[in-house]
Each structure stands twice: as structure tokens, then as C-alpha cells.
């Protein structure tokens, strides 16, 4: 009998974790893509970014440590865009990311939220299966949505409806 993985704690936004976020979001980033200026501020101030205007940030943490990270925004009184979702490549494949993904949507749920959508990029395939597995579904795919996001490397929006 193998032995049971640890416990993942999902957390809200705490100052002592500000670095891990950056230090998860830049790991994905920058492995594929390239660090934008849209991404900058939230890397930086994600408290100020997403927190202040009435989002969240969520830590996925394994034996006290942040192993994931994801965020919402406040896009208006019933929508939340989920950004910025990273999980350590030490932790990919322990569930992570359905730990956060189900924080992100009960709490915008419990916000009075109505919807949720993100944008992303094709070619992150682990991704695309999660969010596909929470419910979103495709609405816009292509290079276009690169100039309407901010975002050069999206070509994918994705919504589910709460």
C-alpha cells in the first residue's frame, strides 16, 4: 500500500505568500511564453491587482508550503475572471489545481458571481483539461483575442456559468 499524499490546504490571500505568487506565475511563463507588461503589475501587487477591487488570491499549500496559486478579478457586479492559476511542476498531477479551481468558483459563487472566464493559451493542454473538467467551455479562439485581452500569448477565452 502506497503512502497517502499529503493534505493540500487552500488559503486566501496572505502578504507572507506575495513572493510565491510571482515566483509560481514567472515559473510557467517564462518556460513557454515571455513576461508582458498586462503581467507585471499583478505579479507584483496582486493584493492591489485583484484583492482591493473586491477579487481574491488563493495559495494551494502542501506541508506549509505554496506548491499553487491562482486568482480572480473583479470584472463587474456578477463576473469574475480566474487569472494567473501556476502549480509548482514538483506538485502537477496531486490535484492542485482542482483544489484551487473548486476555491475560485465557490467563492465567486458565495459573491454573488454568475459567471467566470479566463483566457489562456492552446498549447497548455493540462490546463484546458482542467478547466474543461470544472465546467467552462470555449467561446473565442485565435490570434485576436491576443489584442483584446493585453495578453500576446492568448489565443483562448473560456466561460462557466455559476
Not at 487552500?10 to 507588461?37: M, P
Not at 477579487?55 to 480566474?82: I, N, P, S, W
Not at 496531486?94 to 476555491?103: I, P, Q, V, W
Not at 473565442?140 to 493585453?150: D, F, I, K, M, V
Request: aromatic content about 8%; overall charge negative.
Amino acid at each position: 500500500m502506497s503512502p497517502a499524499l499529503p493534505t493540500v490546504e487552500v488559503v486566501t490571500w496572505r502578504e507572507a505568500f506575495r513572493s510565491d505568487f510571482e515566483r509560481l506565475n514567472r515559473q510557467w511563463i517564462e518556460k513557454d511564453f515571455h513576461i508582458e507588461g498586462s503581467d507585471l503589475a499583478s505579479l507584483t501587487d496582486p493584493h492591489g491587482t485583484f484583492v482591493a477591487p473586491g477579487g481574491e488570491v488563493f495559495f494551494a499549500l502542501v506541508d506549509g508550503r505554496v506548491l499553487g496559486t491562482c486568482a480572480l478579478r473583479k470584472a463587474d457586479g456578477d463576473t469574475y475572471e480566474l487569472c494567473k492559476m501556476a502549480v509548482s511542476p514538483e506538485a502537477r498531477g496531486r490535484d492542485l489545481g482542482d483544489a484551487l479551481m473548486r476555491a475560485a468558483l465557490t467563492t465567486a459563487r458565495e459573491r454573488g458571481a454568475r459567471r467566470m472566464y479566463l483566457v489562456t493559451n492552446s498549447a497548455l493542454a493540462p490546463a484546458l483539461g482542467l478547466y474543461r473538467k470544472h465546467g467552462f467551455v470555449t467561446t473565442r479562439s485565435g490570434p485576436e483575442l491576443a489584442a483584446a485581452t493585453g495578453y500576446s500569448r492568448a489565443d483562448v477565452e473560456m466561460v462557466v456559468d455559476l
